[in-house]
């Protein structure tokens, strides 16, 4: 089908390293957003784009968190010098604009050792 | 601010009875609510939406859902349960669609057991 995709779908890395995480959206949509789920804090917001619009970073937790979106469609987030506390999963979902419901991607479990 | 608050982490019925799932949400705003469902290792699916229209809402697999504005309550039902429903379920709250954000608000969810 033509969902959300992300990769990869697992992920383990030693603490320090860098990662980036991919999300492929459903063609068309011009909203993107990234989401961390982990058990102590739930569903959180990170961060979402709109079209050309600046992208609202409001959510990242840390200066080590950023993330870009090329050509108006795929995204990577990249999270510099992991650690402990980073591993969650990271949800990337689309939708066709702000107003409409947003569609989500499987997730990357990220493990940091 | 908005927040949505989910009454029960873990719900149990068995296959067949009714289900219902409690939220109860916060808002300055008259805002969108949503309810997800999460199965084991799979992303989030819609199951339904409210964006002030008709207080009642239906959505996929049976599921549906009523606003209730006075009581800040946007609990989801289910006449019947089945064996296939048993997932994690999330309540969520975002602005109004009016508003130029797309940013999700995440109850803590409530894991829905069914039993034979």
């Known amino acids: 089908g033509a969902g959300v995709s992300q990769s990869p779908s697992n992920k383990v890395t030693e603490k320090g390293k860098d990662v980036e995480l991919r999300c492929d959206p459903i063609s068309g949509h011009t909203a993107l957003y990234w989401y961390r789920q982990s058990l102590g804090q739930g569903l959180e917001f990170l961060i979402y784009f709109q079209g050309n619009s600046a992208p609202d970073k409001s959510g990242l937790p840390s200066d080590r968190f950023s993330a870009e979106r090329t050509g108006g469609s795929v995204s990577t987030l990249t999270i510099q010098r992991t650690q402990q506390e980073d591993s969650a999963v990271y949800l990337c979902?689309?939708?066709?604009?702000?107003?409409?419901?947003?569609?989500f991607g499987d997730g990357t479990r990220l493990s940091i050792l | 601010a908005q927040s949505v608050t989910q009454l029960d982490s873990h719900v149990s019925v068995s296959e067949g009875t009714p289900v219902l799932l409690r939220c109860n949400y916060s808002?300055?705003?008259?805002?969108?609510l949503f309810w997800y469902v999460q199965h084991p290792n799979k992303g989030l699916q819609l199951l339904l939406k409210?964006?002030?229209?008709?207080?009642l809402v239906k959505g996929i697999n049976g599921f549906e859902a009523e606003f209730k504005k006075s009581e800040t309550s946007f609990h989801l039902t289910k006449p019947s349960a089945h064996m296939s429903d048993a997932a994690e379920y999330f309540c969520?709250?975002?602005?109004?669609?009016?508003?130029?954000?797309?940013?999700?608000?995440f109850g803590q969810g409530t894991t829905l057991q069914v039993k034979p």
């Open positions: 969520v709250v975002s602005k109004p669609h009016s508003s130029n954000t797309g940013k999700l608000i």
């Open positions: 409210y964006t002030s229209a008709a207080t």
């Open positions: 979902a689309s939708s066709a604009d702000l107003t409409q419901p947003q569609h």
């Open positions: 808002s300055s705003y008259s805002p969108s």
